[in-house]
């Protein structure tokens, strides 16, 4: 058996160590780039944190209106067996004027042996306190 320490575990999003990446901000460390908090959001999709998830959504997002909502549709989607194999950041930009960034990924993804891998260009918004994901679209 491996005794390795959480620390010395490689990040799911493709960073060093958990506890230097993306386990700092499942923890409470705020994101300081969009670039972070989507990193993060996909280690804690990986990890399944729906707290965290839940937490870094923008108060303006579709699902923000309705926890319950929200943590039944995260329910079904950590009981989906999928499996993620990786993400790869395409790119990304500063935020414009009315202060949206955007973070464009390639996740890959598996179900069942089947290849569920997408291309996303995530909108984020800071709202005072970190950064937040606003929306997505899906190519």
């Known amino acids: 058996m491996h005794d390795a320490s959480m620390s010395s575990l490689r990040c799911p999003c493709g960073g060093d160590s958990y506890e230097a990446c993306c386990g700092r901000f499942h923890a409470g460390a705020e994101p300081t780039t969009p670039e972070e908090l989507m990193r993060s959001r996909y280690s804690a999709f990986v ?39 990786g993400l790869t950041i395409l790119g990304t930009t500063e935020p414009d004027a009315e202060g949206v960034a955007t973070v464009t990924f390639r996740a ?21 306190t970190g950064w937040r994901y606003l929306t997505g679209t899906i190519s």
């Open 47 to 85: 990890k399944r944190d729906a707290a965290y998830l839940w937490k870094t959504l923008h108060p303006d997002h579709d699902e923000r209106a309705d926890e319950a909502r929200f943590q039944k549709s995260i329910r079904e989607h950590f009981t989906s067996r999928l499996v993620y194999r």
């Open 108 to 128: 890959s993804v598996e179900q069942r042996g089947r290849d569920r891998s997408f291309s996303e260009r995530s909108l984020f918004v800071h709202d005072g």
